[in-house]
Nanobody, 121 residues
């Protein structure tokens, strides 16, 4: 079982920055791909960014490319999302995700509780 805890959300003005953190309850060396998703009121949850186990491969939604950066520090069991040039459209609850463990064929998907990001104009 993997537990994920997000932090770093808050209220920021348009053009500002926030850094989200997600800490896992197990060694991140044993977690394969991790990522960030977000869900705005009345909308479906959408992918924001993902990162491979080693951090060598990343993927971003078109809407955040050039503004957001995902990274991970497996020693600290933590994945980060640096969010720059924030827009009101980025307002959502942001969720941390881990798809599974490296030593298991199962990919159940693990989710954090979410952290609110609100961008004012």
């Amino acid at each position: 079982q993997v537990q994920l805890v997000e932090s770093g959300g808050g209220l920021v003005q348009a053009g500002g920055s926030l850094r989200l953190s997600c800490t896992a309850s197990v060694s991140a060396f044993n977690i394969n791909r991790m990522g960030w998703y977000r869900q705005a009121p009345g909308k479906q949850r959408e992918l924001v960014a993902t990162i491979s186990n080693s951090g060598s491969s990343t993927n971003y939604a078109d809407s955040v490319k050039g503004r957001f950066t995902i990274s991970r520090n497996n020693v600290k069991n933590t994945v980060y999302l640096q969010m720059n040039s924030l827009k009101p459209e980025d307002t959502a609850v942001y969720y941390c995700n881990a798809d599974g463990l490296t030593y298991s064929r199962d990919r159940p998907g693990y989710w954090g509780q979410g952290t609110q990001v609100t961008v004012s104009s």
